[in-house]
T-cell receptor
Framework: QQQVKQSPQSLIVQKGGISIINCAYENTAFDYFPWYQQFPGKGPALLIAIRPDVSEKKEGRFTISFNKSAKQFSLHIMDSQPGDSATYFCAAEDGGATNKLIFGTGTLLAVQP | ETGVTQSPTHLIKTRGQQVTLRCSSQSGHNTVSWYQQALGQGPQFIFQYYREEENGRGNFPPRFSGLQFPNYSSELNVNALELDDSALYLC?????????????FGPGTRLTVL
């Protein structure tokens, strides 16, 4: 119940295309859903985050779509660029006394020029 | 850059040894969480410190321990190292325990156990 399932494991997109990464969760106590971007040898960097009272959030080329009833959320990267090539992690926070993050397994995105 | 720093960058130890990793949190942040990231995996929560006390722990054995200091910097100690402890160790700082808040990650310490 504490898992966050992420797909696909890897993704190849052409420059200018749309990258879509999906995540699903079971625990309805989760109340905060961030996406992190990680480059090789670096720590994860927050990209965008959403709370379950909102169905969509957009920041620049990045959009989170959130479906509370289905317990699913996804990241859309519009106009994908080679510089977006990285590993993307979805995560969920349970909002308890310890605001620990439960991470998905990651998606390796390659944007081809 | 997040303002979270970690040291050392890389570390090589042998099985059975002990290791201490360090983290300086972002200015104004009083909560530090530690995560272990095995190769090709997402980070796994180890434990969290808030105002110098452990505030929650993941599924890690007692040989993983930590400290937080009055300036909110933190240490992660691992005793009796095992080969499976080889991973990237990440610390993340945030500003308020128990309140949903962005966690900012440092660059990590790459630990290799031989």
């Amino acid at each position: 119940q504490q898992q966050v399932k992420q797909s696909p494991q890897s993704l190849i997109v052409q420059k200018g295309g749309i990258s879509i990464i999906n995540c699903a969760y079971e625990n309805t106590a989760f109340d905060y859903f961030p996406w992190y971007q990680q480059f090789p040898g670096k720590g994860p960097a927050l990209l965008i985050a959403i709370r379950p009272d909102v169905s969509e959030k957009k920041e620049g080329r990045f959009t989170i779509s959130f479906n509370k009833s289905a317990k699913q959320f996804s990241l859309h990267i519009m106009d994908s660029q080679p510089g977006d090539s990285a590993t993307y992690f979805c995560a969920a926070e349970d909002g308890g006394a310890t605001n620990k993050l439960i991470f998905g397994t990651g998606t390796l995105l390659a944007v081809q020029p | 850059e997040t303002g979270v720093t970690q040291s050392p960058t890389h570390l090589i130890k042998t099985r059975g040894q002990q290791v201490t990793l360090r983290c300086s949190s972002q200015s104004g942040h009083n909560t530090v969480s530690w995560y272990q990231q095995a190769l090709g995996q997402g980070p796994q929560f180890i434990f969290q410190y808030y105002r110098e006390e452990e505030n929650g722990r993941g599924n890690f054995p007692p040989r993983f321990s930590g400290l937080q200091f009055p300036n909110y910097s933190s240490e992660l100690n691992v005793n009796a190292l095992e080969l499976d402890d080889s991973a990237l160790y990440l610390c993340a700082s945030s500003s308020n325990r128990g309140v949903t808040d962005t966690q900012y990650f440092g660059p990590g310490t790459r630990l290799t156990v031989l």
